[in-house]
């Protein structure tokens, strides 16, 4: 006798977001009072949504992202004595003491932005997302394959459940593998280099200052953390990186205070030193038929400019905007009109920024003569040209978009 073989469970909903990190989890609290039915697949544990470990990043936050994570409740989950003010930045080339200076704004108590730890905006979301009624966060849920049809969009998980949606989401990284199966095309960058972040102390005030240097083939940033404290982020080619990483961490503290030039004097350790490798995605198209992508899944920026989350938030906000809306008119939620306009408005808002940044890379990271002659000369010019510096100011901070 042949047995006949079960069919897969499967259930329904109106969204099925693909990834629970802080995109995705920031689209669906956006979407708490929309009334539609999502359901958030994410291939980590419960526990490691509900307590996420500290991955060495300090996420800089603009202040459109402050305002956006106040509108969704995140911003009141984040402990204050880990939210830091940046009231200045510096640039600086090489050993060159001149560097392009960006002040706080003309405004009492002001600041250029807030620096945070990744694995707090994490957490935030997260409790912001579980006790929403619509919302159903599905832990350990890998998924396998997703197709999408004028009709709708079939998601097959590794236990081979079967989830069908009006609208699917792709929020699973810049290697997006939804991203892939829908057939959107994206021009990846692999800078050949790796950035390691981690935290360490010192021994004089960094007054709220931010340092990106650039130096040799390196790039160097100190950020400004509580007390005497800051974030280190160093680029620099894949295989040195390997090496920094495995130097001892007295020998790693010695290096980072020679190459920040002593500014603050002694430096420690005093964090894990986390490796990521350098590689930026721009899709062609942040859409497909009844798919939309958000978060780095769409735009996967280089760290320098320090934008992969407030882009990811601002996208995430304009997807939920342009859903509700559709969805209280009787309109359909996955239509392709709706889909097309968010991923035109997203696009407008990121690819200045994301070819500027790549743009910015490659001169300061070159070693030749007219990348050094450019990039001496783009300091100055910034310095020099108030409305120039206005423009970098803005599109930094976001500070006319808030
Ligand atoms: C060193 C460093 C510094 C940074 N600094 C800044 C900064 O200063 N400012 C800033 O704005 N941004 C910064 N960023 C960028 C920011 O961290 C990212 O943009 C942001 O974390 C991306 O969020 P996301 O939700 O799109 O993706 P991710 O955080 O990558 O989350 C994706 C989620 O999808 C899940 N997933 C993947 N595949 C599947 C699958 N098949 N099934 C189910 N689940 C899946 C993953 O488990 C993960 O939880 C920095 C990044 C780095 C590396």
Known sequence: MTKTAKSPKTTSCDIAIVGAGPAGLSLARALKESGLDILMLESSSENELKNPKPDGRDIALTHLSRQLMTELGLWQKLPKNEINPLREARVINGTSPYFLHFEKPDAPDATLGWLVPNYLIRKAAYECVKPCKNVNLRANSKVALTRTDS??????????????????????????????????????????????????????????????????????????????????????????????????????????????????????????????????AYADRFYAERLALVGDAAVGMHPVTAHGYNFGLRGAVDLAQRIAKAHEAGEDIGATPLLAAYSRQHRKVTRPLYLATNGLVEIYTKDHLPARLLRRGLLHLGNALPPVKRLLMNQLTELSAA
């Open 151 to 280: 009709e709708g969009a079939t998601i097959t998980l590794e236990n081979g459940e079967i989830i069908t949606a009006k609208l699917a989401v792709a929020a699973d990284t810049r290697f997006s593998q939804t991203r892939r199966q829908v057939g959107i095309a994206t021009r990846m960058r692999d800078f050949g280099r790796s950035v390691i972040v981690c935290r360490m102390k010192h021994e004089l005030s960094h007054e709220d200052i931010a340092y990106e240097c650039f130096i040799d083939e390196q790039t160097l940033a100190i950020l400004p953390l509580f007390g005497k404290n800051c974030s280190v982020v160093v680029t620099l080619p894949s295989y040195e990186a390997a090496q920094l990483q495995a130097m001892s961490p007295r020998a790693f503290a010695a290096y980072i205070e020679e190459r920040f030039q002593h500014r603050v004097g002694k430096m420690t350790l005093t964090g894990e030193r986390v490796l990521y490798p350098l590689v930026a």
